[in-house]
């Protein structure tokens, strides 16, 4: 394995057992395959966060090893599978590799890469890393534990914020709760975020064998929560907090909002916005689609203006994250999930 020696190693390869690792291949990255490449210039980002979660700066001339995976990022960068022949960029600091079609003003370019293989196995075959995943596969078809749901107006609209605080609340009223994030991009940062809030359990995608969730379809994230429900189960939390990435116009948000099934795999919802207007327009068509919706927070709580408006045009309770760390909003958000959490139960049966 000397030719993966002295190499920088991307976040979302966590489960990979790198000792299979025994060849570089010339062929065209697939979804999911591990790619060893170059840094040939460093723009955007300057950094790799490591399998621990540490961010290790990059210097032009590093090896490192991704993951080939599309992005959808609004206040970053769109990227498609990189191809032979075509720019290879390094999209995600958790270690994705892909080619840039669109960014933001609000980023540099993208850190330029070259791909010096994919990463073989001892078959001769391309390591992926839906081979490591630890939730390849599920036991039931149905498991019961209520599910939070944490949807967004736009990315960095304060979603994160919002679960964290959900957990850590819950957290110190002595509730067991597992977080997990079901759609995005393979990163640690929110990983690592909501372990730190006090969950008993963490599980995202990337568990499941997923770089990124870009292109995939609603059935597959039923199925993903369905797996996330039966691990947070077996780690024995009495709730699952799932946030879900980006804004509730993103293609895949916006199929999960649109799907009954995905519905009925949900007790409740809190609405993380960027603005009283925005928060509105999503509590809408929350309500709309038929999921209960309990409250709304994000970043829209640094103003009480704001969080005025947003009560007054909604009718809903405004929680900041300091609030949603405190009893009194734990005890009504708990005892809203396990009431329609029973009732649901109750009506099935």
Known sequence: MGFLSNVKQGYITRNVDISQAKMLLDVQPAAGDLLLCRVDKIRQHTRLENTQGRREHL??????????????????????????GQPFHLV???GIAGNVTHRSQKVKAPTELTLQGVIGGKDGKALNLSSFAPLKTMNRTQINIPVLVIVGSDMNAGKTTTACACINGLFKEGIRVAGAKLTGTGAGPDYWRMKDAGACHVIDFVDAGFPSTVGLSTG??????????ESAQKAEAQILVLEIADGILQPETKSLMNSEHFINEVTGVIVAADSATSAIMVAERVLSAGFSLYAIS?????????????????????FTAADLSKKSAIDYLYNTIIRDYENTCSAAG
């Open 298 to 318: 994000g970043l829209l709580t640094r103003s009480p203006i704001a969080c005025e408006e947003a009560t007054t045009g909604s009718g809903l309770p405004v």
């Open 59 to 84: 210097y032009e001339g590093d090896n490192i090893i991704v993951v080939a995976a599309k992005r959808y990022a609004t206040d970053q960068f769109c990227a498609e599978l990189p191809t032979l």
């Open 220 to 229: 597959n994230f039923i199925q993903l929560l369905q797996r996330f429900k």
């Open 92 to 94: 995600a600091a958790g």
